[in-house]
């Protein structure tokens, strides 16, 4: 398979949020020059020739570079971006972000943002250690407009600590004001080793969630956000294009500390030690999956997307068709209507991908 998707990892951040289990450290300003020389180090010893339709930079948190790092950075990818590259995205925090930094990344050639929000409850913000205010979201937004980004998405986050049912329709209603695209909307997950895990926060339970799900799906549909993805939604035309390979599991190269991945059946792992990175040693382990392995990442991965996975292009892949290979699990669930082939690709349902967990394991 061609590889022509590429993610970058800025490991930096300004403040740890109480919730974040990414590969992340706190901003210094050295060690963020001498990262981005590995950074470019490590890209240009790809020797990338395929055109990339897909530039993703991730964190951590890029946008806590300054002004003259953001400018390297842009300089770093500028050579691999090209009239056949759709789309170039970037995380930003309100916080650290502002008009003289958006203008570097569009002059950079970054064109699509996507902004960590949370809530626009800034009480609860500070709950989960997060610097920012609805009033700075809403004046970025405002600002990147102005510079002339049209592809602008937010996170949003429901299950935090103390957040009432009130509190997400009013997130809700705040999106409704915002000229935005796109908007990835998670359920908090309480992963090891995070402030909130140590603090022994309990998550939701299944039915309270089932029902503010519900409440985000229905709300942001009669807005023209149309869901894609388990947890993302879209304006049309404006799902993100890099994500998608992901989930459509294509190839594509990771690059930085903590960053992974994927070429045909070869999965690449940059492990957290940053400073063994920055010493240029050996921070990458190769793993081999097997055919069987490969097709079911391959299915795992798109069945969480609302269309599902191609079936057309499983068996190009793979020299055989899905429905032969997982017959008996296919055959089980398409009785029990909690899967679905239409159009030559095999998804769940409007209920049944909230089961998508428990629907795998009979694949395995």
């Known amino acids: 398979m061609k590889t022509n998707s590429l993610y970058l990892h800025i490991p930096f951040c300004e403040q740890i949020c109480a919730y974040c289990d990414f590969c992340k450290v706190f901003y210094n300003e050295h060690q963020a020059d001498d990262y981005l020389a590995v950074l470019k180090h490590e890209l240009q010893a790809l020797n990338i020739t395929e055109p990339l339709k897909t530039i993703y930079i991730g964190g951590g948190t890029p946008s806590s570079l300054n002004d003259e790092q953001l400018e390297w950075l842009m300089d770093i990818i500028k050579p691999y971006i090209s009239s056949e590259t759709k789309e170039v995205s970037i995380e930003v925090n309100p916080e650290s972000i502002d008009y003289y930094k958006l203008d570097i990344l569009k002059r950079g050639g970054v064109s699509r943002l996507s902004i960590g929000v949370e809530t626009f409850n800034d009480i609860l913000l500070k709950k ?54 796109h908007i990835s909307y998670y359920s908090l997950i ?47 035309g404006y799902e993100s294009l890099h ?83 997982y017959q008996t699990a296919i055959d089980k669930h398409l009785k029990m209507k909690t899967l679905v082939i239409e159009n030559d690709y095999l998804h769940a349902t409007s209920e049944s991908i909230k089961l998508l967990n428990e629907i795998l394991i009979d694949f395995l």
């Not at 991945?261 to 030690?273: A, Q, S, V």
């Open 243 to 325: 994500n998608l390979a992901y989930w459509q599991y294509d190839n594509y190269y990771g690059i930085g500390v903590g960053a992974s991945g994927k070429i045909d059946d070869c999965l690449i792992e940059h492990n957290r030690n940053l400073n063994a990175y920055l010493r240029r040693q050996n921070t990458i382990t190769k793993m081999i999956n097997s055919k069987e392995e490969t097709m079911f990442n391959h299915l795992m991965m798109s069945l969480r997307l609302v269309k599902g996975l191609d079936l057309k292009e499983f068996e190009k892949r793979y020299g055989l068709r899905a429905v032969d290979v």
């Open 128 to 181: 989960i250690n997060r610097q920012h205010t609805t009033i700075q979201v809403e004046r970025i937004i405002d600002y990147a407009r102005k510079i002339g980004f049209n592809n602008i998405s937010i996170d949003l986050m429901y299950g935090l600590p103390n957040q009432t049912i009130t509190d997400i329709k009013n997130d809700l209603a705040k999106v409704r004001q915002l000229p935005i695209e």
């Open 190 to 236: 309480l992963e090891d080793h995070t402030v909130l895990k140590n603090l022994n926060y309990q998550p939701l339970d299944e039915e309270v969630e089932s029902k503010i799900t519900q409440l985000i799906e229905e709300s942001l549909e009669q807005i023209g956000f149309h869901k894609y993805e388990i947890s993302n939604f879209a304006k049309t």
